[in-house]
């Protein structure tokens, strides 16, 4: 009961201080078209970006992992109170199963999102994962950019977290999206770089965007 009720609580909160941001979304024109296609995309984003990020997972259909944390579980909530679906794991723990689900959930017209420096760091390294998702899906890598005016950096977590203040401009930009062919083997380190150098792209255009704005 008393998890229900801290969960509800964060809920709420979250919903309260999200509506007072100030927000603007910047697409790419690739995902625009992804998207019309039908094709899935798997939102790419640094482990920190989230709480900046996860009131669009209603409407942008997501599905995403939560670990089997108190804090997960928390998040898990929230998360499923937002309109989003979740399947639970991490790369340390039932990430297989995790994957499969995310997979299946892509399939049936759900997008995916992915800290893709996870789950423990180093940050700002991407893993893996997002590659062998967007593989097994079909989907396509949309990298994913944040900066806020002001906020809240959590400095004692390894992630350095960032929450936007009340009121905050809250930039958000979808780059460019990554094709993973799902016929054939990809070059995963060629992946991997191409991903990071687009993360950093996109964070840069979400801080210019932010700096004009003003």
């Known amino acids: 009961m008393r998890q229900y009720v801290l969960s509800l609580i964060a809920w709420l909160l979250y919903r309260l201080l ?26 790419a984003h640094w482990h920190g970006d989230e709480l900046a990020l996860v009131h669009m997972v209603g409407r942008l259909h997501i599905v995403t992992m939560t670990s ?38 892509c399939r049936s017209g759900c997008n995916a999102s992915m800290a893709v420096d996870g789950p423990r760091g180093p940050r700002h390294v991407v893993k893996p994962g997002v590659i062998h998702l967007a593989q097994l899906s079909g989907g396509v890598i949309v990298p994913v950019g944040v900066a ?39 070059d995963r380190a060629l992946a991997i770089e191409t991903l990071n150098q687009a993360l950093d792209d996109v964070h ?5 965007t932010l700096t004009m704005s003003r």
């Open 204 to 208: 840069e255009q979400a801080r210019r």
């Open 68 to 105: 089997r944390s108190a804090d997960g579980r928390r998040m898990d909530f929230v998360i499923r109170k937002l309109g989003a679906r979740t399947v639970t794991g991490s790369s340390s723990h039932g990430g297989v199963q995790a994957l499969k689900g995310l997979v299946r959930h």
């Open 148 to 186: 806020c005016s002001k906020r809240h950096v959590f400095e004692k977590s390894w992630n350095r977290a960032v929450l936007p203040w009340p009121f905050a401009r809250v930039i958000i930009c979808f780059g460019p999206t990554q094709e993973i062919h799902a016929s054939r083997p990809p």
């Open 18 to 43: 999200s509506a007072s941001w100030r927000k603007s979304v910047i697409e790419h024109a690739s995902v625009t078209r992804a998207r019309r296609q039908g094709r899935p995309c798997v939102f």
